[in-house]
């Protein structure tokens, strides 16, 4: 794999100026309360995830490296559920580590991410980036219409680090907030089909931030253009892509925010799914679509309401409160987070997911089909303790 090779190389080398080790452990209980439905009658479930990460970062002059792996060991009271803590989507990765460590399917499994793996070079005007990488083109604050490499899903709870795609990035930078920004990212095997390519120029104009961007990816082509501002005491976005191709569709993301005290801040979105349908039958047919295997579209109705707010109860106490709201079916995803920081590297979080809308609907045959998009997921509680080192 070439870019190991070129982290080998870095890492041999004798005078670099500085090499830095930090990371996190992190252990996670959830609880899930499944309600009773036609054909379905689980108890209730635990599972118990523990993610380890190590970075290891390296400084000399005008390069800079970083190396960062994850191992997640996961434990499940059910063979038939899967991991709801974090979403992994590496289809933009050339080569990658066998992602279970496991030999065979279980309900306990551990789980690896060679998630960094790159080098950065850094001249007078600009940055060249070859490797495994973090990469956000996005303006929006919840879905980002930009983002098609590695876009979480509003339910994944560990999104402290987007995850890594292999690209080779060039940024030139114009001014302190303007640059154009060129990058071609690698698929499966590094073939054509799979890969991406993107050019995207930002633009500070009368203190707006304005982004367009054009990316090729499987045979579709995504144009987009964003604006970051203020009005008066909010901050105000805007982010449309119009994708074309052998699919065609429009995304939009708009909303403000604005901090309504010192320790009370509210923000509100509004997303329109071009990629989606107002057919909940459908549903289950999307996942097939270019749209959710390589555009990284994750939701499925058409139109979305997202509202959060969040508060500083104290120095060391913070409570956050955000709802998705699927206009579309009429189903909901309610969370609610509290982080207390208990020293100055130890923290400890206690969350809870609510969903309603349909479960099941009944076809004429008698057979059942999903009924919406947040329906049948199940209630959730959990508790997670976090150490920074």
Known sequence: MPFLFLALLVLAEPNLAEIRL??????????????????LDFSTSYEAQNNFRIMLDGFQNNLTWEVHYELTPILNSQISLSSSFESRNFSYRAYDLNETLSTRKRKNKILQN????NVQF?????????????????????????????????QTINTEYRIGVDAFRYQRHLSELSEIDVGVIFGSKGKYENSAAYLRIQKNFHGADLKASIIEYARQTLYS???ERSIKKSGFWFEVGDVQGDEHYTLISLGLDRALSKTLFAQIEYHHN???????????????????????????????????ISAQISPLFNLSFGAVFNLTDNSSF????????????????????????????????????????YGLNSDSVFTTLKYYF
Do not use: C
Not at 22 to 39: D, R
Not at 114 to 117: F, N, V
């Open 22 to 39: 930090s990371g996190y452990a992190k252990s996670t209980l959830l609880v899930n309360k499944v309600e009773k439905a036609p054909h």
């Open 114 to 117: 060679l998630d960094r793996l």
């Open 122 to 154: 850094q001249f007078e005007d600009s940055d060249l980036t070859i490797g495994r990488q973090s990469i956000d083109l996005g303006s929006a604050r919840m879905i980002k219409p930009t983002d098609i490499f590695s876009p979480f899903d509003l």
């Open 225 to 227: 253009f964003g604006i």
């Open 274 to 308: 071009g990629a989606g349908t107002a057919d909940p039958l459908a549903y289950p047919r999307k996942i097939n679509e270019i749209a959710y295997r390589k555009g990284g579209v994750t939701l499925f109705g058409k139109d979305y309401l997202l509202p959060s």
């Open 334 to 373: 309610i969370s609610l987070l509290g982080e207390w920081s208990a020293t100055e590297n130890l923290y400890i979080d206690l969350g809870w997911y609510h969903f309603s809308g349909s479960d099941f609907l009944e076809l004429p045959s008698g057979n059942f089909t999903l009924g919406s998009e």
